[in-house]
């Protein structure tokens, strides 16, 4: 696959093949890419009652697993196109994310250098614009 600045159809393809690959990855099967390229990714997705928790909120590990999953989508785009191993997620959670809201999950790659890439992630509700959680993301790419 040609990645290297690849842009949203790469990363719908890969978003396709994890989600239809089964496993833990099916929870990203309503997960949908709407812009990417260039070290960004940009998803979002529809909180339903398979992503909640016991409180009716989006799960935490859900979210962490969003930050990384969109990062390493983002790392796909840049031109070294490798998705990395990750060295250190961090998530800090702000607000919580209920059934049927509509989120956004903006990536960004910060900076390559020689092993290791450094990437942000934001989740956003869609509506109104409040912050939900922030991701730091590390991964080793040597």
Do not use: W
């Not at 009652?49 to 016991?54: G, L, P, R, W, Y």
């Not at 983002?74 to 702000?94: F, H, R």
């Not at 409040?130 to 993301?137: K, P, R, V």
Request: glycine share 12%; with cysteine.
């Amino acid at each position: 696959m040609a990645a290297a600045n690849g842009g949203r159809k790469f990363l719908q393809q890969i978003v396709k093949m994890m989600s239809e690959g089964g496993g833990f990855d099916k929870n990203l099967s309503k997960l949908r890419v709407v812009a990417g390229g260039n070290g960004k990714c940009v998803a979002e997705m529809t909180v339903e009652k398979e992503h909640e928790n016991s409180g009716g909120t989006l799960h935490g590990g859900l979210t962490a697993t969003l930050v990384d999953i969109v990062s390493t989508m983002a790392l796909m785009t840049t031109e070294k196109a490798v998705p990395g191993v990750s060295v250190n997620i961090n998530v800090s959670y702000m607000k919580a994310a209920t059934s049927g809201q509509e989120i956004v999950i903006n990536a960004e790659t910060l900076r390559v250098g020689r092993n290791l890439a450094f990437l942000s992630v934001d989740i956003t509700n869609k509506e109104s614009g409040a912050l939900i959680a922030t991701g730091s993301h590390t991964k080793y790419i040597g």
